[in-house]
């Protein structure tokens, strides 16, 4: 009954092994992401670009290039879907502009809006920048595959329309907070305020999980599923130990704070 029911929220498709491999594979690398970021070997951009030992002799940028680089080859991935498949149905175009829309949205805070201290080690821009183009084009190219299936029983894709909407929207107006609460003291970070900032330190993680499982809901492939548990996982512990860098760094962090979800964690 629970496999039925499961079931109805996902296409049924024929997985090679060679595509079974990469959805375990996606899997386990967001997860060992999540790990890392909680025993302290972070990705060194934002607030821990400098962590570590060893930082000193890693090649570093500025985090304004840095952005840049992570998230435009994943914007190419979702402009080039538009002409590598030109067809496929509502459905179809709804995930390659909610994929185009978020990346294209991203590049122009960094262009236009976010205020950057400090670097970005060229390492983790490079990790990052192949997680996110692999997500992209795997949305894509995995929803492809479903052409010609019959839909699931479930439809949740207008659904996943509306949670990218509110992803895409909650985590713009979250931005713009930080990039008015930036000042020169402590590295150019404050404790931030207003919104959902007096409840939790990352609202604008909370809404990137959002709109990734809204791609999952339009999608709604195995892909797309596991993109969105293990980014939801990896911006957990991204959070958590964001939390803890402002407890270390302010006295007057407020203890009632969450790292991620008000008043739960």
């Given at each position: 009954m629970i496999t039925?029911?499961?079931?109805?929220f996902?296409?049924?498709?024929?997985?090679?092994?060679?595509?079974?491999?990469?959805?375990?594979?996606?899997?386990?690398?967001?997860?060992?992401l999540?790990?890392?970021e909680?025993?302290?070997?972070?990705?060194?951009?934002s607030k821990?670009?400098?962590?570590?030992?060893k930082?000193?002799?890693?090649?570093?940028?500025?985090?304004?290039?840095?952005?840049?680089?992570?998230y435009?080859?994943?914007?190419?991935?979702?402009v080039?879907?538009?002409?590598?498949?030109p067809?496929?149905?509502?459905r179809?175009l709804m995930?390659?502009?909610?994929?185009?829309?978020?990346f294209?949205?991203?590049?122009l805070?960094v262009?236009?809006?976010?205020?950057f201290?400090?670097?970005f080690?060229v390492?983790?821009?490079i990790?990052?920048a192949?997680?996110y183009?692999?997500?992209?084009?795997?949305?894509v190219?995995?929803h492809?595959?479903?052409?010609?299936l019959p839909?699931?029983?479930?439809?949740?894709k207008?659904?996943g329309?509306?949670?990218?909407?509110?992803?895409?929207s909650?985590?713009l107006?979250?931005?713009y907070?930080?990039?008015?609460?930036?000042?020169?003291n402590?590295?150019g970070?404050d404790?931030?305020?207003?919104g959902?900032f007096?409840l939790v330190?990352?609202?604008?993680?909370?809404f990137?999980i959002t709109?990734?499982?809204?791609?999952?809901?339009?999608?709604?492939t195995?892909?797309t599923?596991?993109?969105?548990?293990?980014?939801?996982?990896?911006?957990?512990a991204r959070?958590?130990?964001t939390?803890?860098?402002?407890?270390?760094?302010?006295?007057?962090?407020?203890?009632?704070?969450k790292?991620?979800i008000?008043y739960?964690?």
């Open positions: 039925e029911m499961v079931e109805g996902v296409y049924k498709e024929p997985l090679s092994i060679y595509e079974k491999c990469i959805c375990a594979a996606t899997c386990f690398y967001l997860v060992g999540a790990f890392l909680v025993s302290g070997k972070h990705l060194q951009y821990f670009w400098n962590s570590g030992a930082n000193s002799s890693k090649s570093r940028i500025p985090s304004k290039i840095g952005m840049l680089i992570i435009t080859p994943a914007l190419f991935a979702g080039a879907s538009f002409w590598l498949y067809s496929g149905g509502i179809f995930l390659k502009s909610a994929v185009t829309i978020h294209l949205k991203r590049d805070e262009l236009f809006l976010h205020k201290s400090g670097f080690v390492e983790s821009a990790i990052i192949a997680t183009f692999t997500a992209a084009a795997g949305f190219y995995f492809h595959q479903t052409e010609g839909e699931p029983s479930v439809d949740l207008y659904f329309v509306l949670l990218s909407l509110l992803g895409l909650g985590n107006y979250h931005h907070l930080l990039s008015k609460l930036r000042k020169t402590n590295n970070y404790i931030p305020r207003g959902l007096s330190i990352c609202p604008h993680y909370l990137e709109t990734f499982v809204g791609f999952s809901f339009i999608s709604q195995i892909f599923y596991v993109c969105a548990v293990g980014v939801a996982l990896y911006l957990s959070s958590y130990v939390r803890k860098w402002y407890v270390s760094k302010f006295e007057n962090f407020p203890k009632n704070v790292a991620l008000p739960v964690f």
